[in-house]
Nanobody, 124 residues
C-alpha cells in the first residue's frame, strides 16, 4: 500500500505558474504509475496528466498539453506537476493517485490509491 500527500497548491493570477508535489510513502516508488487529476465544483474528477512507473510514458489531457509537465525523479519518491500559463478554468482541487504498473493509466477507476487533494485557484 502507498500513502500520498499533495502540496504546492495556492492562489495565482492567470498566466502564472505553480508546481504541485505528491510525496509517496514506501520503498518501491518506481513500481507505481502516478496520475494527477482535478475536480472543480459541480464537475466530474478528470485526468490532468499521468506517468508510468519508470517515467518513460506520459499522457496529458488536451486542455493542459504544452502548459503542464508531469515528472518523477524516482530517487525522491515524489511526482511533480509543473503548471505554467495557468487559466481561471484550471481552478480545481488537484489530486494525485497511484497504482502499480509501467504505463500511463488514464481512468480514475484504475487508481486504488489517492491523496487528499490540494486547492489551486487561478484568478482572472
Amino acid at each position: 500500500q502507498v500513502q500520498l500527500v499533495e502540496s504546492g497548491g495556492g492562489l495565482v493570477q492567470a498566466g502564472g505558474s505553480l508546481r504541485l508535489s505528491c510525496a509517496a510513502s514506501g520503498r518501491t516508488f518506481s513500481r507505481y504509475a502516478m496520475g494527477w487529476f482535478r475536480q472543480a465544483p459541480g464537475e466530474e474528477r478528470e485526468l490532468v496528466a499521468a506517468i508510468s512507473g519508470s517515467g518513460r510514458w506520459t499522457y496529458y489531457a488536451d486542455s493542459v498539453k504544452g502548459r503542464f509537465t508531469i515528472s518523477r525523479p524516482n530517487t525522491k519518491n515524489t511526482v511533480y506537476l509543473q503548471m505554467n500559463s495557468l487559466k481561471p478554468e484550471d481552478t480545481a482541487v488537484y489530486f494525485c493517485a497511484a497504482r502499480t504498473g509501467d504505463i500511463a493509466y488514464i481512468r480514475n477507476s484504475e487508481y486504488p490509491y489517492w491523496g487528499q487533494g490540494t486547492q489551486v485557484t487561478v484568478s482572472s
